[in-house]
């Protein structure tokens, strides 16, 4: 089986998409083209980072992941194929794999060196087809690329830990489609430092004390149902392992989300603050 999967920031409106698994299927016919998402905003790492470390895992070993965000190859911006975990990602080198490289260092990586092996008018688009199906049919990263051994990294997707260690401080890097804001606090970095002490979550002169397993958890009160809670704010940890600032049964058109209920935004900063 031979999966790959597309990460873009293209939209649905135009053809690019469409175009894009039309050259993927003329190069390699018996691939099996998954969508993971075409809606990252224009040229945004953190977010486009956020949503393939939150689902790759989901995929066989062996998957290839092709992510089309900001992918223009120039003097400062190389292409990169890398094996991390046993799955394959083929992007350009921005740091949109800063959050995969913080957990496991990868197997492999290259920098792409077959450019000149393209038709003079092929576009970087059409590299990326080439070197996915390449490794859909089970090619070797050293035929496409020269082995490297760093790749750039965005410190601004790591949460930072005061020097006490006594608050963690992340920011906003994605709403979902209800609205939640996802930070890049992971909640492996809140257990080591939380160390079981109490804690406050605070942002924009708000504030929240309890970090439930589950979004229904907010209805504690065997008093009130559960649908008297809609509305109100909670945080979760949700399945990517991230600190997640929601409203409970949001709906952005109806009840409200974290954006217009709490006034959060993109990059807003969270901190957590632990007490001794």
């Known amino acids: 089986m031979s999966i790959i999967t597309l990460t873009t920031d293209y939209g649905l409106k135009d053809h690019f998409v469409g175009a894009l698994k039309g ?3 003329s190069e390699f016919g ?12 224009p040229f945004n790492i953190s977010e486009a980072s956020y949503i393939i470390n939150a689902a790759y895992s989901s995929f066989p070993k ?13 003097r400062e911006t190389q292409h990169l194929a890398i094996q991390w975990n046993d799955h394959y990602f083929i992007c350009a080198d921005n740091g949109i794999l800063s959050i995969l490289i913080q957990k496991i260092r990868p197997q492999k990586m290259v920098a792409i060196n077959i450019h000149d092996r393209l038709l003079p008018d092929a576009t970087d688009l059409d590299l990326f087809t080439k070197v996915a199906c390449h490794l859909a049919k089970g ?6 690329g020269k082995e490297i051994n760093d790749i750039k990294e965005v410190t601004e997707m790591q949460p930072v830990v005061s020097t006490e260690a006594n608050s963690i401080i992340g920011y906003i890097v994605y709403f979902d489609h209800f609205g939640n804001a ?11 430092i939380a160390n079981s002490r109490p804690y406050k979550i605070k942002f924009r002169n708000k504030e929240i004390k309890t970090i439930f397993a589950k979004y229904s958890d907010i209805g ?8 008297d809670y809609e509305g109100q704010k909670l945080a979760i940890f949700n399945e990517a392992g991230f600190l997640e600032i929601a409203i409970f049964r ?15 935004k993109y990059r807003d900063t969270i901190t957590i603050e632990f007490k001794n």
Not at 139 to 144: P, Q
Request: charged fraction near 20%; charge should be neutral.
């Open 23 to 25: 050259k993927l299927l």
């Open 30 to 41: 018996q691939a099996i083209i998954i969508d993971i998402s075409h809606e990252i905003d």
């Open 62 to 74: 062996g998957t290839v992941h092709l992510i089309g965000v900001d992918i223009e190859r120039n």
């Open 139 to 144: 090619g070797l990263l050293n035929v496409i």
């Open 182 to 192: 996802i930070t890049n606090i992971s909640k492996k970095i809140f257990l080591e």
């Open 220 to 227: 504690i009160s065997v008093n009130f149902p559960i649908k």
């Open 250 to 264: 949001s709906n952005p058109s109806k009840i409200g989300s974290a954006i217009s209920l709490l006034g959060l």
